[in-house]
């Protein structure tokens, strides 16, 4: 090969290696102005949210929570009779907040979905002055054992209830008065201590039929 051809042939790898270079130039260019036009658009994106307006107002029926394996947790809804929420755990619900025209309340579920603590005031019309609000215990297999309530001043009470879900034993106030009274399985008042309203201690008892068979006399300013 003469040096003329060699030169040629020189100046065609040059000429190649110039136009792929172009090439190369073009695309590192193109794909620039990609990864701009992205970045523009993402930090638009994020502009636009940060200065969008929180809504005030969030309109729905029922909200789930899940957890990161998608399980229920808890639920928040509307129902026909009011509104109640309720937080789970697997299966077993442990806790409940209800919301009626008839009663706000909480209950308290145990691992086996046993209802151990129910706190709740019931109500014929909100407002009105005839709330009883009132707690109950339960024991492991579900079953009443203690209840406090306030209908009014007057008549707050503490009851023990046996398995047969009958109050064995009161305690409160009737008619502003001091009051114990003990009740047989049958949930007749059998023996009764309180104070009178001169705060005389008092004692009285009754048979299984409710007939009284041992009373303190009145007081002297009972008797007139």
Known sequence: MDIETRLE??????????DD?????????????LWMGAACLLAGALAIGATRPVPKEIVAQRFVLKDAKGTEKGIWQ?????????????????????LNKKRTGMIIFDKQGLVRLQAD???EEPGKGDERPG???FDKDGRIQVGLSAHDRSTPSLGFIDTSE???????LRDGKPVIAMLDKRGKARLS??????????MEFWTQYGIPFWSPP??????K
């Open 9 to 18: 042939s020189l100046e065609d790898d040059i000429r190649r290696q110039k």
């Open 21 to 33: 270079l172009i090439r190369q130039e073009k695309k590192l260019l193109f794909h620039r102005r």
């Open 78 to 98: 509307v129902t026909s009779a009011g509104s109640e929420f309720v937080m789970a755990e697997g299966e077993n619900r442990k806790l409940l907040l209800v």
């Open 121 to 123: 005031t019931t109500y």
């Open 135 to 137: 707690i109950l215990l």
């Open 166 to 172: 009958r109050t064995r034993a009161y305690m409160g």
């Open 193 to 202: 201590m309180s104070l009178s309203k001169t705060d005389k201690p008092e």
């Open 218 to 223: 009145p007081e002297p300013e009972e008797r």
